[in-house]
């Protein structure tokens, strides 16, 4: 909030992710809005910001050093293609997985029925507590792209067998490596860690997680304690 007569909550959703399999040279935000109106008003009260009350502050900012290159991506959360939504509360969450997933044109529908008949009953089977979030990228990179996301309270959780899933799938396996050759053209997956230090969540957000110390905005370190000096010359001298 500024004292400028602009009141804008920073803390809007912003989770930070940072790669531990992946390109490690690059970091992923996550902003939720409810649309694209709303995207667009949080847009401008920023703008507002960097341009009047904290222009001082923004312009302090490192990342005119470190900030070489940056990529925006917007997309629609497809409840309908979604899993399992529910069974991870991500404010309890410390890993994210991600696949970005580009179909050919002309076999989303094909895809997409394939795998809600073949691949959710096997998820349910061999990972009953998975969860999968699916997104529709609108612009940022090419058509008939989407994202999922797989929240992980740990990566334990990945110690599953890799092909539990395939063989889950029984005799419908073969049916979906047919579908997969013709309506995928590519799939590219990365593990996340979640980087509190980076990251602003609200607080609502953070108090859905228990877990002790505090994960989500945790409180600043204090200032360091100066070091004791040493008196082992004075008693030597007094002697």
Same mark, same amino acid.
């Given at each position: 909030?500024?004292? @400028?007569?602009?009141?804008? /909550?920073?803390?809007?959703?912003?989770?930070?992710?940072?790669?531990?399999?992946?390109?490690?040279?690059?970091? $992923?935000?996550?902003?939720?809005?409810?649309?694209?109106? /709303?995207?667009? +008003?949080?847009?401008?009260?920023?703008?507002?910001? &960097?341009? #009047?009350?904290?222009?001082?502050?923004?312009?302090?900012?490192?990342?005119?050093?470190?900030?070489?290159?940056?990529?925006?991506? =917007?997309? *629609?959360?497809?409840?309908?293609?979604?899993?399992?939504?529910?069974?991870?509360?991500? !404010?309890?969450?410390?890993?994210?997985?991600? $696949?970005?997933?580009?179909?050919?044109?002309?076999?989303?529908?094909?895809?997409?029925?394939?795998?809600?008949?073949?691949?959710?009953?096997? +998820?349910?089977?061999?990972?009953?507590? #998975?969860?999968?979030?699916?997104?529709?990228?609108?612009?940022?990179?090419?058509?008939?792209?989407?994202?999922?996301?797989?929240?992980?309270?740990?990566?334990? /959780?990945?110690?599953?067998?890799?092909?539990?899933? +395939?063989?889950?799938?029984?005799?419908?396996?073969?049916?979906?490596?047919? =579908?997969? /050759?013709?309506?995928?053209?590519? $799939?590219? &997956? $990365?593990?996340?860690?979640?980087?509190?230090?980076? *990251?602003?969540?609200?607080?609502?957000?953070?108090?859905?997680?228990?877990?002790?110390? !505090?994960?989500?905005?945790? @409180?600043?370190?204090?200032?360091?304690?100066?070091?004791?000096?040493?008196?082992?010359?004075?008693?030597?001298?007094?002697?």
């Amino acid at each position: 909030k500024t004292n @400028a007569g602009l009141v804008f /909550d920073m803390r809007d959703g912003r989770i930070a992710m940072s790669p531990i399999a992946g390109n490690e040279n690059e970091v $992923t935000y996550l902003w939720a809005y409810d649309s694209l109106a /709303d995207m667009e +008003r949080h847009h401008q009260a920023m703008d507002k910001l &960097t341009a #009047g009350a904290l222009k001082a502050d923004f312009d302090a900012l490192p990342d005119h050093e470190l900030h070489a290159v940056q990529r925006d991506i =917007i997309a *629609s959360y497809r409840p309908d293609l979604s899993q399992g939504i529910g069974r991870i509360d991500i !404010a309890q969450a410390r890993y994210m997985v991600v $696949t970005t997933l580009r179909l050919k044109p002309g076999h989303e529908t094909e895809y997409w029925k394939a795998v809600k008949e073949i691949v959710f009953p096997a +998820r349910d089977r061999a990972i009953p507590t #998975g969860s999968w979030a699916v997104y529709q990228v609108r612009a940022g990179v090419p058509a008939s792209t989407y994202m999922i996301f797989r929240p992980l309270k740990s990566l334990a /959780d990945l110690d599953v067998n890799v092909m539990a899933v +395939r063989n889950a799938e029984g005799d419908r396996a073969d049916d979906m490596d047919k =579908i997969l /050759d013709r309506a995928v053209t590519l $799939t590219d &997956t $990365t593990y996340y860690a979640f980087n509190p230090r980076i *990251s602003l969540v609200a607080p609502e957000f953070a108090a859905r997680d228990t877990a002790a110390p !505090a994960f989500w905005n945790p @409180a600043p370190a204090g200032p360091p304690v100066p070091a004791r000096p040493s008196n082992k010359r004075d008693r030597k001298e007094q002697h």
